[in-house]
């Protein structure tokens, strides 16, 4: 079974920077791995992704201030935020995705809070 585990949150100032982790457990691959943030009261949205050949995609709205990357074995990926800002408080989920055959499986850390004050 795979299982995500993220770390690295906490309360900074605005314009400060924060650095997530997330380990993967339970396979060596993934098809990509992504990060999506949660803020309070609102729906959980996408942040960045990374593709096993460090193709890389961000929501505009952290382009140019947060950074995904991954590890050489390809089962761990982080996020370097950095200019954080408040509206960038919420709680931080770990995705990964693979294909088990012919069907997409995705798996879902237990996420980890950020808050940013002003």
């Known amino acids: 079974q795979v299982r995500l585990v993220e770390s690295g949150g906490g309360l900074v100032r605005a314009g400060e920077s924060l650095r997530l982790s997330c380990v993967a457990s339970?396979?060596?691959?993934?098809?990509?791995m992504a990060w999506y943030r949660q803020p309070p009261g609102m729906e959980r949205d996408w942040v960045a992704r990374?593709?096993?050949?460090?193709?890389?995609n961000y929501n505009d709205l952290v382009k140019g201030r947060f950074t995904i990357s991954t590890n050489n074995a390809k089962n761990a990926v982080h996020l370097q935020m950095n200019n954080l800002r408040p509206d960038d408080t919420g709680v931080y989920y770990c995705?990964?995705?693979?294909?088990?055959?012919?069907?997409?499986?995705?798996?879902w850390g237990q996420g980890t809070e950020v808050t940013v004050s002003s």
């Open positions: 990374i593709s096993p050949r460090n193709n890389t």
């Open positions: 995705n990964a995705e693979w294909w088990d055959y012919d069907h997409p499986k995705s798996a």
């Open positions: 339970g396979r060596s691959s993934f098809d990509a």
